[in-house]
Nanobody, 124 residues
């Protein structure tokens, strides 16, 4: 599986962005998907995750209420809608896929495939 993120950019405080992650292959619907981010000098952290069925979703506390993860299996794409962006949201955002019809994964080690990342910068 290859994952390609897009949609990052430079925005102002309070703006919105929608990240997309398109997956190759025909088994996308069987993958749980997640978004992670890594800011300069910091460790990668969990942002949001969606089970393979879409029935379970989880968010990091610091983005809960502002970010929404969703998937469109017909387009092999998972999205991360980010609203009310803050400077502390500045990071490289990565999507990840977890094979095996599993639930949400909260740790990077739960995932089998990763995208190359897309930069999000929130300017103050």
């Amino acid at each position: 599986v290859q994952l390609v993120e897009s949609g990052g950019g430079l925005v102002q405080i309070g703006d919105s962005l929608r990240l997309s992650c398109q997956a190759s292959g025909s088994t996308f619907s069987m993958y749980a998907m997640g978004w992670f981010r890594q800011a300069p000098g910091k460790e990668r952290e969990f942002v949001a995750a969606l089970s393979w069925s879409g029935g379970s979703i989880d968010y990091a506390d610091r983005v809960k209420g502002r970010f929404t993860i969703s998937r469109d299996n017909a387009k092999n794409t998972v999205y991360l809608q980010m609203n009310s962006l803050k400077p502390e949201d500045t990071a490289v955002y990565y999507c990840a896929a977890r094979q095996g019809r599993l639930g949400v994964g909260l740790s990077g080690g739960d995932y089998d495939y990763w995208g190359q990342g897309t930069q999000v910068t929130v300017s103050s």
